[in-house]
Nanobody, 124 residues
Framework: QVQLVESGGGLVQAGGSLRLSCAVS????????MGWFRQAPGKEREFVAS????????KYGESVKGRFTMSRDNAKNTAYLQMNSLNSEDTAVYYC?????????????????WGQGIQVTVSS
C-alpha cells in the first residue's frame, strides 16, 4: 500500500514562506516522479510542480515560477515544496502525488497515488 503524507501547511502572512513535505512509503521512492498540485475553493485542481527521480528535471506551473522550488531527498523518501513570496492567490489545499514513470508531468490524471491534502492559507 502506497501512502503519501503531506505536512508543513498552515497560515502565513502575505510575503512569507512555507515549506511543504511529502513523505512516501510503500514503494521504491527513488524511481518515482513526484508532483504537487493545489485546489482553491471553487476552482479546478492546478499543477504546481513536478520532479523526476534524480531531481535533474523540474517543471513548474506558470503562477509559481520563480517563487516555489521543488526538491526531493531519496534517502528520506520525501519530496519538498519551498514556497516563497506567498500571496492570497496561493491559498489552497495542496496535494502531493506520485507517478510510476520516469517522465515528469503536469497532468493530474497521469499520477497514480495521492496524499490527503494539506491546507495553506495566506492572509493579506
Amino acid at each position: 500500500q502506497v501512502q503519501l503524507v503531506e505536512s508543513g501547511g498552515g497560515l502565513v502572512q502575505a510575503g512569507g514562506s512555507l515549506r511543504l513535505s511529502c513523505a512516501v512509503s510503500g514503494r521504491t521512492f527513488s524511481h518515482t516522479v513526484m508532483g504537487w498540485f493545489r485546489q482553491a475553493p471553487g476552482k479546478e485542481r492546478e499543477f504546481v510542480a513536478s520532479i523526476n527521480w534524480s531531481g535533474g528535471r523540474l517543471k513548474y506551473g506558470e503562477s509559481v515560477k520563480g517563487r516555489f522550488t521543488m526538491s526531493r531527498d531519496n534517502a528520506k523518501n520525501t519530496a519538498y515544496l519551498q514556497m516563497n513570496s506567498l500571496n492570497s492567490e496561493d491559498t489552497a489545499v495542496y496535494y502531493c502525488a506520485a507517478r510510476t514513470s520516469a517522465v515528469t508531468s503536469s497532468w493530474d490524471y497521469e499520477y497514480d497515488y495521492w496524499g490527503q491534502g494539506i491546507q495553506v492559507t495566506v492572509s493579506s
